[in-house]
């Protein structure tokens, strides 16, 4: 039995495209979980914390109702049962506390390849079939255009070559499904990618430690993906022209060098990815021995 009052639920898809980077993501966060074969609960050892392993389509219903604390899912799902259940009068169904950077897709028509319907201006009158029609059916209802919008809950693709809709609307992620199904790739109405969700209903002072907690190291652990620790030795003149080459650089350590006078070592963190064409330009401006290191773990 899960003791709601203190352990903290996250939850999380089942099985997808999703689970292995939000599994990756919050075991980089330090949780340690035991989870029995197709259990759909995994037991947080080392924190007050669990996982619900559901459908992604379930994650935002179950962060509305407060049944999880946190849920992880793609913005196409928050979004459409963001619409589902302002049409039902709940507004503010829970809280989207930030972007995860992975997951990345679209949600964009799709135009068989033969058919007589190839941009949105052509959509007047069509049917469309797709497993988002609350997103569509706003974006039709936002350009004016009146379609017939026909729900597949998956192989949307399938639907023109069975006679069910003109069009489809559908997640993109590689394009393959959609060329394999000779149907071309069209405008995008959702950008979309994974995103933290929060319940709508104040969290527990029970909780609310680790749940904190959780946030700031997932926000560490976003920072250090690409962060980078640079290091290297130049002319103390040359420091504005360094700075001004480092992305995203924070005011750097500067070291005087044993027997050098004008020379310094410089210590940096930058939070962008570090390339070598921007290695050149510090090398251009007089710093060697440039060392680039991956960062591992950061707490600001
Ligand atoms: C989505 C979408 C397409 C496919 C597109 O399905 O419905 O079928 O991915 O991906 P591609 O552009 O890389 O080919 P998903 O795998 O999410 O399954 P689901 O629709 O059953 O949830
Ligand atoms: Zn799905």
Same mark, same amino acid.
């Given at each position: 039995?899960?003791?709601?009052?203190? #352990?903290?639920?996250?939850?999380?898809?089942?099985?997808?495209?999703?689970?292995?980077?939000?599994l990756?993501?919050?075991?980089?966060? %330090? *949780?340690? @979980?035991?989870?029995?074969?197709d259990? *759909?609960?995994?037991?947080?050892?080392n924190? *007050? $914390?669990? *996982?619900?392993?559901?459908?992604?389509?379930?994650?935002?219903g179950?962060?509305?109702?407060? +049944?999880?604390?946190?849920?992880?899912?793609?913005?196409?799902?928050i979004?459409?049962?963001?619409?589902?259940?302002?049409?039902?009068?709940?507004?503010?169904?829970y809280?989207? $506390?930030c972007?995860? &950077?992975?997951?990345?897709?679209?949600?964009?028509?799709? @135009?068989p390849?033969?058919? !007589?319907?190839?941009?949105? %201006?052509?959509?007047?009158?069509?049917?469309?079939?797709?497993? @988002?029609?609350f997103?569509?059916? &706003?974006?039709?209802?936002?350009r004016?255009?009146?379609a017939? +919008? $026909?729900?597949?809950?998956?192989?949307?693709?399938?639907?023109?070559?069975?006679?069910?809709? &003109?069009?489809?609307?559908?997640?993109?992620?590689?394009?393959?499904?959609?060329?394999?199904?000779?149907?071309r790739?069209?405008e995008?109405?959702?950008?979309?990618?994974?995103i933290?969700?929060?319940t709508?209903? !104040?969290? =527990?002072?029970?909780?609310?430690?680790w749940?904190?907690?959780?946030?700031q #190291?997932?926000?560490g +652990?976003?920072q250090?993906?690409?962060?980078? @620790?640079?290091?290297?030795?130049?002319?103390?003149? /040359?420091?504005p022209d360094?700075?001004?080459?480092?992305p995203? !650089?924070?005011?750097?350590?500067?070291?005087?060098?044993?027997?050098?006078r004008?020379?310094v070592?410089?210590?940096?963190v930058? #939070?962008?990815?570090?390339?070598?064409?921007?290695?050149? !330009?510090?090398?251009?401006?007089?710093? =060697?021995?440039?060392? +680039?290191?991956?960062?591992?773990?950061m707490l /600001?």
């Amino acid at each position: 039995m899960i003791d709601k009052r203190t #352990r903290i639920k996250i939850a999380i898809q089942k099985s997808g495209r999703l689970t292995d980077r939000s599994l990756d993501l919050l075991e980089r966060c %330090g *949780l340690k @979980y035991t989870r029995g074969r197709d259990q *759909l609960i995994g037991f947080g050892e080392n924190m *007050l $914390v669990d *996982l619900l392993f559901v459908r992604d389509d379930d994650i935002p219903g179950l962060v509305r109702d407060d +049944v999880c604390d946190l849920g992880i899912a793609g913005l196409n799902i928050i979004e459409e049962k963001r619409l589902e259940f302002q049409s039902q009068g709940s507004t503010d169904p829970y809280t989207e $506390v930030c972007p995860l &950077d992975y997951g990345h897709c679209r949600l964009a028509f799709g @135009y068989p390849e033969e058919g !007589a319907i190839q941009a949105i %201006g052509d959509l007047e009158g069509s049917t469309i079939a797709t497993s @988002y029609p609350f997103i569509l059916r &706003d974006f039709l209802s936002q350009r004016n255009v009146s379609a017939q +919008v $026909v729900e597949f809950s998956g192989a949307v693709e399938i639907a023109p070559s069975l006679g069910r809709a &003109d069009v489809i609307c559908d997640l993109v992620s590689t394009g393959t499904t959609m060329a394999a199904n000779k149907i071309r790739e069209g405008e995008t109405i959702l950008e979309s990618q994974c995103i933290l969700l929060k319940t709508p209903v !104040a969290i =527990s002072p029970e909780k609310t430690e680790w749940v904190d907690r959780l946030l700031q #190291r997932i926000g560490g +652990v976003m920072q250090v993906r690409e962060s980078k @620790y640079i290091m290297m030795h130049a002319p103390k003149v /040359a420091l504005p022209d360094i700075t001004a080459l480092l992305p995203g !650089a924070e005011s750097p350590t500067v070291l005087p060098l044993e027997g050098f006078r004008d020379k310094v070592a410089i210590h940096v963190v930058c #939070r962008e990815n570090i390339f070598w064409e921007t290695l050149e !330009a510090l090398k251009e401006v007089g710093a =060697s021995s440039i060392l +680039v290191l991956p960062v591992e773990k950061m707490l /600001a």
